[in-house]
């Protein structure tokens, strides 16, 4: 058998890698500079021009983070907030963009536009309005404050919306033949098949929670309710930044974001081209 001029010249990869791994090195490069840069000391830190590698490698960021700053407990309650936010995320931004997706009932595209219409309002805008119903219901300085606002989203709503859309109805028409009930249709049938929507949803929740320093610097003053990012701010000063500190409390608040990113990086990927039946 003769072999083509095609199968011959043949790759092992796509020429797209040609384009993709040198714009992936450029993302990776400031991570891998912030990663090295916790373990400098502090001559490396200051010095100018700075350094890539470091001259000896220091663990006193890591060290003065545990004794110096409360990182276990600002790691507790951004582990606190992030979680209440995936689960009200899951939880009502499904149900909502169930219902707006399939349910039938008075103003439902007039509510959904409008919903979706608040995306287009500038997060700053929200603030002093946040704050001041925040404070009549004696929520400012608690736990409550950074975790409400969380709960749920118009983003949210509308992207479970869409995927709810994509998903053929004869899945919903056969659990009804079935005796399933409408809750039961979505909660047995429709809800197992939004795993990968749920997946990138819970993903940009976190990221968005475990991320959120703007509320938190305005409705926490507490330091013991101090999120990472807001405990993490102490460390920057007009006049002087602990850089060792700094670098070890990013690098300990990132880790778990790329955990989680790769845990669910299939999902994340099969939102854009899941299908709710096969063959």
């Known amino acids: 058998m003769a072999v083509t001029r095609a199968t011959k010249y043949k790759v092992p990869f796509s020429l797209w890698h040609f384009l993709l791994a040198p714009t992936a090195l450029v993302f990776v490069i400031p991570l891998v500079w912030m990663i090295l840069t916790s373990f400098m000391p502090d001559t490396d830190i200051n010095r100018f021009p700075p350094r890539f590698w470091p001259s000896t490698f220091s663990v006193g960021g890591y060290s003065g983070l545990w004794t110096d700053s409360h990182i276990v407990l600002w790691f507790r309650n951004t582990l606190i907030v992030s979680t209440a936010g995936v689960l009200g995320h899951l939880a009502l ?32 805008l929200l603030m002093i309005p946040t704050f001041i119903l925040f404070s009549k219901f004696g929520a400012i300085n608690t736990m409550a404050a950074p975790i409400i606002p969380w709960l749920t989203s118009a983003f949210g709503v509308f992207m479970m919306r869409q995927f709810f859309l994509s998903l053929p109805r004869d899945l919903e028409d056969a659990g009804r033949l079935d005796g399933c009930s409408q809750f039961g249709v979505f909660w047995h049938i429709i809800l197992p098949l939004a795993k990968p929507a749920l997946a990138t949803l819970a993903i940009f929740t976190l990221l968005g929670t475990w991320n959120d320093l703007i509320w938190p610097l305005i409705s926490i003053s507490d330091e013991k309710l101090y999120t990472l990012q807001l405990g993490l701010a102490n460390f920057q000063g007009t006049r002087r ?18 955990v989680a990113f790769l845990a669910a990086q299939k999902q994340f990927v099969a939102t854009m081209t899941f299908s709710g039946m096969k063959g």
Do not use: D, E, H
Not at 94 to 123: D, E
Not at 241 to 258: F, Y
């Open 93 to 124: 931004c499904s149900l909502a963009g169930y219902g707006f997706a399939r349910l039938k009932f008075y103003g439902r595209n007039m509510g959904f536009f409008l919903m979706v219409g608040t995306i287009m309002v500038p997060t700053q």
């Open 241 to 258: 930044t602990q850089w060792q500190l700094l670098m070890a409390g990013n690098v300990v608040a990132t880790l778990p974001l790329l």
